[in-house]
């Protein structure tokens, strides 16, 4: 009988634990939520300014074509030039639909294996680095899709190792690199991960604890 009160004190604190590890949680979701969506704005400056480069260094040569030469030619040649014009006013809309998914960002997941190792911390990590590179390949070849349109049919963009096609989409294969408000986003995303991951861990361990406790003290 005298080990009853210990035991009730023991599961209270347990229980205060609980409480405190998952206000702790959802700040650090509602923390890496944010750095979601600063890196998604990145990427949207990324990809803007890549396409407008792209669009300076291209479209002297486009205009420089002889669309006149041939109406047909130069109705289709005009409507073309004006799609990939338009372009930055949709890039926006493209980055968002590309990267704002839940597959991508862990912490929107609610399930978290029991046994975290740090192999399995890295590997997260480096597949949601691989999926959003993969990602924004796909981002930067919409505008190749306009710029391959608007050249000879038979040049394949392809030749110069520079885009291939995947899934019936244009991708840009050439080394990729984030621009440095990227990288360092996605490096704080990283380091909360981390601590959701411990967290996470801590939680389910205390939990287990008070459950255990409970059936303990059920039992005396």
Not at 64 to 81: A, H
């Amino acid at each position: 009988m005298g080990t009853k009160p210990y035991n009730l004190d023991c599961s209270g604190k347990r229980s205060e634990r609980v409480s405190i590890l998952g206000k702790e949680i959802k700040s650090t979701r509602e923390k890496m939520e944010k750095e979601t969506r600063t890196f998604i704005e990145a990427t949207k400056n990324f990809s803007l300014e890549w396409i407008q480069r792209e669009m300076s260094s291209n479209m002297s040569q486009l205009r420089s074509e002889d669309y006149s030469e041939n109406v047909e030619i130069g109705k289709d040649g005009s409507k073309k030039l004006s799609r990939l014009e338009d372009l930055p006013l949709h890039i926006q809309d493209i980055v968002e639909d590309n990267l704002n998914r839940d597959d991508y960002w862990i912490h929107r997941n609610g399930l978290f294996q029991a046994d975290i190792s740090h192999d399995y911390v890295e590997f997260k990590k480096e597949k949601t680095r691989k999926d959003l590179t993969s990602s924004i390949r796909m981002i930067l070849g919409c505008a190749a899709e306009i710029f391959t349109d608007l050249k000879d049919e038979n040049h394949e963009v392809g030749k110069d190792r520079v885009w291939v096609k995947e899934r019936g989409r244009r991708k840009y294969i050439c080394v990729l690199r984030f621009s440095d408000e990227m990288t360092a986003s996605l490096d704080r995303y990283f380091t909360m991960l981390e601590e959701l991951f411990v967290l996470e861990y801590e939680i389910k361990k205390v939990e287990k604890e008070v459950r255990d406790g409970e059936k303990n003290h059920e039992e005396i």
